[in-house]
Nanobody
Framework: QVQVVESGGGLAQAGGSLRLSCTAS????????MNWYRQIQGKQRDFVAT????????YGDSVQGRFTISRASAKNNTIYLQMNSLRPEDSGVYYC?????????????????WGQGTQVTVSS
């Protein structure tokens, strides 16, 4: 059984900062990548950032240069999303996802598991 749990979020003023945390776990499974997506009201779900097991990172255009995804420590499945220079349009529900594979079985199906989401609200 796999699990993805987010924490953090809340209310911030425009120009301020927030940090989200996410931990992925699963006995017998390895995590190949972890991602952040967000759902802004009335819009489709958007990609925010990703970090691979090799610590490669990538960002959505709207957050590039403002948000940073990082890992708590080497080979740790807890990640952070540091959000700086927040804007009201960053408000929404932020979801953490993790891609799992059975440990030692690289050709096993990839499981894409989502957390429950955490609300971020940025006031102007």
């Amino acid at each position: 059984q796999v699990q993805v749990v987010e924490s953090g979020g809340g209310l911030a003023q425009a120009g301020g900062s927030l940090r989200l945390s996410c931990t992925a776990s699963g006995s017998g499974f390895s995590v190949t990548a972890m991602n952040w997506y967000r759902q802004i009201q009335g819009k489709q779900r958007d990609f925010v950032a990703t970090i691979t097991s090799g610590d490669s990172t990538n960002y959505g255009d709207s957050v590039q240069g403002r948000f940073t995804i990082s890992r708590a420590s080497a080979k740790n499945n807890t990640i952070y999303l540091q959000m700086n220079s927040l804007r009201p349009e960053d408000s929404g529900v932020y979801y953490c996802t993790a891609l799992f594979k059975e440990t030692g079985r690289p050709f096993s199906p990839t499981i894409d598991y989502w957390g429950q989401g955490t609300q971020v609200t940025v006031s102007s």
